[in-house]
C-alpha cells in the first residue's frame, strides 16, 4: 500500500538554524499539507499546497517558513531560523483529488531545537 | 470558525467491552469528519470519515462512527475493545462550505487504554 514518508525522523538542531524537513508523498497525490503536533498538544495546520503554488496557509506559518515541491517526489518545509518554540513534530499529508477527501499523513519528523 | 472537541483525555475500558470516544464539532456549514489513529513514535493513521449518507461509517480494525446532526457529534465506537487498541485517537473536521485546500482542524485527542 503506498504511504506518505518523511526524513529525516528526528532532527536536532541549533536556534537560529536553518532546517529542512523532507516528505515524499503519495506518487498519484495532488495536494500537500504540513501539520505540527506540539508535544501534549493538537495536530495544526501549517500550509497546503496544489499546483505548485501555497493554497492556505494558517497564522503559525509566517515568513519563516517555507514551502516547496523541487522535484516530481519530494515536498518540503524548510525553517529559516529556528525558535525553541519550533520544537515539535511535523507531519506531512498528501491527498489524492478533491473528490476524495482522506489526507494521508507521513510518520512526522520530530524537531528539538536547543 | 471550525472547531472540533473531544471532551475526555483519556478513555480505559476493559478488553472485550465496547468503547466509546467522544466528538463533537462545529463548522458552518456541512461538515466532513475523520478520525485519525496515532500509535506510540508513528504518524496519523486514517481510520474512518463521513461525508454523506449513512449515518453509520464503518472504518478500520472494526472501528465505527456514527455521523449524528442535531447533536454535531461523531462519536467513535467499537463493539469488542482490543488491548492492540490502545492509542492516541484524533477527531478532525472539514468545513464543505470552505473553498480551498480543505486543511483539517484536529481536536486535542483522547488516549485509549485498554486493560487485558
Known amino acids: 500500500e503506498p504511504e506518505v514518508t518523511q526524513t529525516p525522523s528526528h532532527q536536532v538542531t541549533q536556534m537560529g538554524q536553518e532546517v529542512i524537513l523532507r516528505c515524499v508523498p503519495i506518487s498519484n497525490h495532488l495536494y500537500f499539507y504540513w501539520y505540527r503536533q506540539i508535544l501534549g498538544q493538537k495536530v495544526e495546520f501549517l500550509v497546503s499546497?496544489?499546483?505548485?503554488?501555497?493554497?492556505?496557509k494558517s497564522e503559525i506559518f509566517d515568513d519563516q517558513f517555507s514551502v516547496e515541491r523541487p522535484d516530481g517526489s519530494n515536498f518540503t518545509l524548510k525553517i529559516r531560523s529556528t525558535k525553541l518554540e519550533d520544537s515539535a513534530m511535523y507531519f506531512c499529508a498528501s491527498r489524492w483529488a478533491p473528490s476524495t477527501d482522506t489526507q494521508y499523513f507521513g510518520p512526522g519528523t520530530r524537531l528539538t531545537v536547543l | 470558525a471550525q472547531s472540533v472537541a473531544q471532551p475526555e483525555d483519556q478513555v480505559n475500558v476493559a478488553e472485550g467491552n465496547p468503547l466509546t470516544v467522544k466528538c463533537t464539532y462545529s463548522v458552518s456549514g456541512n461538515p466532513y469528519l475523520f478520525w485519525y489513529v496515532q500509535y506510540p513514535n508513528r504518524g496519523l493513521q486514517f481510520l474512518l470519515k463521513?461525508?454523506?449518507?449513512?449515518?453509520l461509517v464503518k472504518g478500520s480494525y472494526g472501528f465505527e462512527a456514527e455521523f449524528n446532526k442535531s447533536q454535531t457529534s461523531f462519536h467513535l465506537k467499537k463493539p469488542s475493545a482490543l488491548v492492540s487498541d490502545s492509542a492516541l485517537y484524533f477527531c478532525a473536521v472539514r468545513d464543505l462550505s470552505k473553498t480551498g485546500a480543505n486543511n483539517l482542524f484536529f481536536g486535542t485527542g483522547t488516549r485509549l487504554t485498554v486493560i487485558p
Open positions: 499546497f496544489y499546483n505548485n503554488e501555497i493554497s492556505e
Open positions: 463521513y461525508i454523506t449518507g449513512d449515518n
